[in-house]
């Protein structure tokens, strides 16, 4: 308080206030927050490259070697040793716990710990038990060789690194998500990173790729070697079981069954794929049964599942480990190599601290056997003081020790005094030295071992191979995948509709004419009377413009798809005929099939799907003295261009109308389909074996080694198995020739035979399950050895040639056939078959290419001939041609 008659001015008020100091909040928080991002970072999320683990994990595993008797321990009791040297919760120990143990590498379980492939949790800590697996104490654990730090409440120890020799990073995977970073490192086969790691010490190159323990199918050709923007691409594995019936065998890495069956009915409940149900019958392997209403192909129902359900995701790996304290991108070929560099520096400190501890024992032996050898103990006997003997005993062993490895130090003495008198007694010279030259074999061994460290290495990582590759076998399959097309298999689940006079198509004109069925994914081509053409994404109702005279679902690159077209360009002008394609397109713009003069319109248009060409008359107004009103004209005869094109003039006079005369036929040379053995689908872009050429008509005759024969439209949606042994192109009056052992008969029968009913797949074979199909050709004449058993007691037969068109004749696909002999067999092989000039193939639509000619009324040419785009070789579609007149 400031009394009334002190003498104070303002100035030296201010002068007494205290100055103020600002500091900014921003700059504590950005403080604190590094602390914590660090610490994520550091201590919780990302995995150290040395020994693979995570804080947490290591933490586990050290507290198990502590408990470690042999015996399980129940979980909570880990957890609670643990939490000594972790400073989070119980639940975050058990969970990671619990994610270590379903590895099934370093930890042996017992009770329910969950299940990787349904998601089913493991049960609570206080009912599962675990211990350490051998190969973990094997590959973990040294003492000698771990570097120890304070634990965080420096009340004891742990490990600041484990001495992990072994890939174990790569082998379990890891992932975590901290402050403004992450990590995913997938897992890896365990006999493929030991291979990896004995080519890296050989200098070999080597490449590993993931595997995962739910299996499926996996494409890692954008692997990227682990680093950020690779991506592997992961499939379930999905079969026929009958022609209604596909089930699923194994799953996607990353999924359950729970969410890959939520998935396939979110699908169907949106229209994208249909089903009928599903059955889950998920045990020990993954079985779910996915059953098809009737008349829909399962092999684009395998297609819309992979790309419309969880039965296909994209992974991207992002390599992030620990090194130094600090964040490191690294790709799994070089944590590999890290980490059997790592292996070898550790193999080589326990060499070394080996070869101590025998060159340790040789001296303290070789000093034994100097000290009770020569007596010097009695030296000791008149000494009063301890100094007296140490010194008694250090002058008598004086004379013998020339040959000793290091001076002998007052330990060394100490520990000789410590011997008792019934040892001594007891001694055995010859013994003592057996003991010795075992050690100095024990001291060479390991010298020679350290001298030659990378082989001593590779015979290490050869051992862990030997006793624990059993069962670690790759699961997931390594194959390349086609990208499918969505649109191509995608259920059609609304109806289109169109009102051509209005000039409106879409989903919602439910009273207007029905045009097909379609998806929501689809896009829409139409064409109008004034010559304009668009195509548009399906909607409820799009306005497109009057008088529409065709509208379909758009195919994108379609080739085969050919337009027929007559036009009159602008109100008075000469009439232009032209065929085009519609290969691509921009969405939502109109393009002008006419020359874009004012008043131009359509004559004639016809949409053909197979590239068909019709004939049609034209018949001209009588206007002056024209003297021909009428003539054919054979589409066939024009060329197919771009849809830019002017076109040929037809008639430079006024046309009254434009009649079809005559159905066409197709005009586009057959399509070559190529059989991609990578992906094991069929293409037409050259990819694999060349198939065949192929029709409208044509068909695939496929056979598999179970017997069962059947012939296929060919389509790129269409899966082959891997039992698959016959596919070519299907000549239905060539014989398929077989060699089957008939189980019940218990003998070997030869049969020819016609597929029958080309829709239907049949077994050709007996139905016993120890039938067995040896061979099949499908050669005009082929030729079989047969090699005979040798029987005991008796000399074995020549083999036999037997020309299988000469055995039997052609019968029915269900007969037995004829026996091929009574003699014991050993094997049967398919030899060259016998020269034959198969009939040549004659079609109809054969057409011969001409030039392009003149089809205006003053033409005298007449031909069928056709002109064809050489590059239209796409696949069949099933929809009709359309023609329209006007």
């Known amino acids: 308080m400031i009394e009334e008659n002190d003498d104070l001015t303002n100035e030296n008020l201010d002068n007494q206030e205290p100055q103020e100091t600002i500091t900014r909040i921003t700059g504590m928080y950005k403080e604190w927050f590094l602390d914590y991002a660090s610490y994520v970072i550091l201590e919780r999320a990302v995995p150290a490259i040395e020994d693979g683990f995570k804080p947490v994990q290591r933490r586990i595993m050290h507290s198990m070697k502590d408990l470690d008797d042999g015996r399980y321990n129940k979980v909570a009791n880990i957890v609670g040793h643990t939490m000594q040297y972790h400073p989070h919760g119980d639940a975050s120990i058990a969970d990671a716990m619990v994610q270590i143990g379903q590895k099934d590498l370093l930890i042996d379980t017992q009770g329910n710990w969950g299940n990787i492939l349904t998601g089913d949790r493991a049960a609570a800590a206080r009912y599962i038990e675990a ?23 420096g009340r004891r120890k742990e490990p600041v690194n484990l001495p992990v020799m072994f890939p174990l990073l790569l082998a379990q995977g890891g992932e975590g998500i901290a402050v403004g970073l992450s990590t995913k490192i997938l897992s890896h086969n365990f006999i493929e990173l030991i291979d990896a790691s004995i080519k890296h010490l050989q200098g070999k190159r080597f490449t590993i790729l993931p595997d995962f323990a739910t299996g499926g199918i996996a494409d890692c050709s954008g692997y990227n070697d682990g680093l950020r923007g690779g991506k592997v691409r992961v499939r379930a594995k999905i079969s026929q079981l009958d022609k209604n019936t596909l089930v699923i065998t194994e799953i996607p890495f990353g999924t359950t069954t729970t969410t890959l069956i939520d998935s396939i009915l979110k699908a169907n409940e949106k229209g994208k794929i249909k089903i009928k149900k599903i059955d889950d019958n998920t045990a020990a392997n993954v079985e779910i049964l996915i059953h098809l209403p009737s008349g829909l192909s399962p092999d684009k129902t395998i297609d819309a599942l992979y790309a419309f359900t969880a039965c296909e995701n994209s992974i991207s790996p992002l390599g992030c480990v620990i090194e130094d304290n600090k964040p490191l991108f690294v790709g799994v070929t070089e944590m590999l190599r890290r980490s059997t560099d790592n292996t070898v520096d550790l193999l080589r400190q326990e060499l070394e601290i080996r070869l101590g501890e025998h060159e340790e024992q040789w001296h303290f032996a ?39 490895k290091r001076a002998i130090t007052e330990e060394d003495i100490t520990r000789l005094t410590e011997i008792r008198i019934k040892r001594i007694s007891k001694f055995d010279i010859d013994k003592a030295q057996q003991k010795i030259d075992a050690l100095e074999e024990q001291i060479a061994e390991v010298k020679h071992h350290l001298a030659n460290l990378i082989a001593y290495a590779v015979t290490y990582f ?46 919602s004109l439910k009273r207007d004419e029905y045009v097909c069925d379609c998806s929501d994914i689809d896009d829409i081509i139409t064409f109008t009377a004034e010559g304009k053409m668009m195509v548009t994404k399906v909607d409820s109702k799009t306005f497109i413009g009057k008088d529409i005279i065709h509208v379909a679902v758009f195919k994108k690159k379609d080739k085969r798809t050919i337009y027929n077209l007559i036009y009159r360009d602008g109100a008075k002008g000469a009439s232009y005929i032209k065929r085009f394609a519609v290969t691509s397109i921009t969405r939502d713009k109109e393009y002008d099939l006419t ?53 040929n003039v037809v008639t430079k006079y006024a046309i009254k109308s434009i009649e079809l005369k005559e159905k066409g036929i197709s005009t586009l040379k057959p399509r070559k389909i190529w059989f991609d053995d990578t992906v094991r689908r069929l293409n037409v872009d050259g990819r694999g074996e060349l198939v065949g050429e192929f029709r409208g008509e044509d068909r695939i005759l496929v056979i598999n080694q179970k017997g069962i024969a059947k012939t296929i439209i060919p389509e790129v949606t269409t899966h082959f198995d891997d039992d698959m042994i016959v596919m070519e192109k299907w000549i239905p009056k060539k014989p398929i020739s077989a060699i089957y052992f008939d189980g019940e008969k218990e003998k070997y029968f030869v049969k020819r035979f016609l597929i029958e009913n080309e829709n239907k797949e049949e077994l050709f074979i007996t139905e016993h399950p120890k039938s067995q199909l040896e061979i099949v050709s499908t050669d005009w004449k082929p030729m079989a050895q047969v090699v005979f058993a040798k029987e005991r007691g008796k000399d074995r037969k020549d083999d036999l040639e037997v020309n299988l068109e000469e055995f039997i004749t052609v019968k029915g696909i269900s007969a037995l056939g004829n026996q091929l002999t009574k003699e014991k067999i050993k094997t049967i092989d398919l030899l060259d078959p016998l020269p034959y000039e198969a009939p040549e193939e004659v079609h109809a639509e054969d057409l011969e290419v001409v030039d392009e000619v003149d089809v205006s009324e003053n033409s005298n040419t007449k031909t069928n001939s056709a002109k064809t785009n050489d590059k239209a070789e796409d696949l069949d579609t099933d929809e009709k041609g359309q023609a329209s007149m006007f």
């Open 595 to 647: 020359n874009g003069n004012k008043g131009s319109k359509l004559w004639y248009f016809s949409a053909n799907p197979n590239g068909e060409a019709e004939v049609i008359t034209i018949y001209l107004r009588q206007v002056g003295s024209i003297k021909k009103l009428k003539w054919d004209v054979d589409f066939a005869e024009i060329l197919i261009k771009g849809r830019a094109s002017k076109g």
């Open 131 to 153: 211990r350490i697996s051998k190969f973990g104490l094997d590959v973990v654990f040294n003492p000698k060789i771990t570097e120890w730090q304070q634990s965080y409440d």
């Open 366 to 404: 070789s000093l034994e056997r100097i000290f009770i050898e020569n007596r010097v103990y009695r030296d000791i006997e008149e000494e009063e003081t301890w100094e007296g003997v140490i010194a008694a005993i250090d002058k008598g062993l004086q004379p013998h020790i020339k040959h000793l």
């Open 462 to 507: 050869t051992r862990l191979k030997k006793e624990y590759s059993e069962g670690k076998e790759r699961k997931t399959e390594l194959r390349a995948f086609d990208d499918v097309d969505a649109t191509k298999v995608v259920i059609r689940n609304t109806k289109l509709y169109v009102n051509k006079e209005e000039g409106f198509i879409g989903t």
